[in-house]
């Protein structure tokens, strides 16, 4: 079992989960964890890290298998990151991260993808 804590949120999770705690000035913190199912699925669970002062800047914080970690950031932060091949699969432990989209994916090795005209 492990333990984070996302805002003043404490998540206990399976070791083999992954987790990601993204805290966005306007929105506050979001927690999700991803888990490996049985059958070869996923089960992921997620809530609201409570927080009195949001941060100035976004602050992302994931546990675990690095593509499962980005996409659960990419749906909070709505913004899709590119995992390079050869960091797919890596599995990282905790490490928390400051600033925009574009410093989050520079400092985590990652690349933004180009955002679709609506």
């Keep these: 079992m492990a333990t984070q804590t996302c805002g003043k949120t404490t998540v206990t999770y399976e070791s083999q989960c992954s987790y990601s705690c993204c805290c966005l000035p306007v929105s506050g913190c979001r927690w999700t964890v991803s888990c490996p199912g049985s059958t070869g699925g996923t089960t992921t669970t997620s809530g609201t890290g409570l927080i009195s002062t949001p941060p100035r800047f976004p602050v992302v914080t994931i546990v675990g298998d690095l593509e499962t970690c980005i996409r659960m950031v990419s749906k909070v932060m709505k913004q899709k ?34 955002k679709r005209k609506p």
């Design 81 to 114: 990151f590119i995992v390079p091949r050869e960091l797919q699969g890596t599995r990282i432990r905790k490490r928390t991260v400051h600033g925009t989209p574009a410093e989050i994916a520079a400092a985590l090795g990652l690349r933004l993808a180009a």
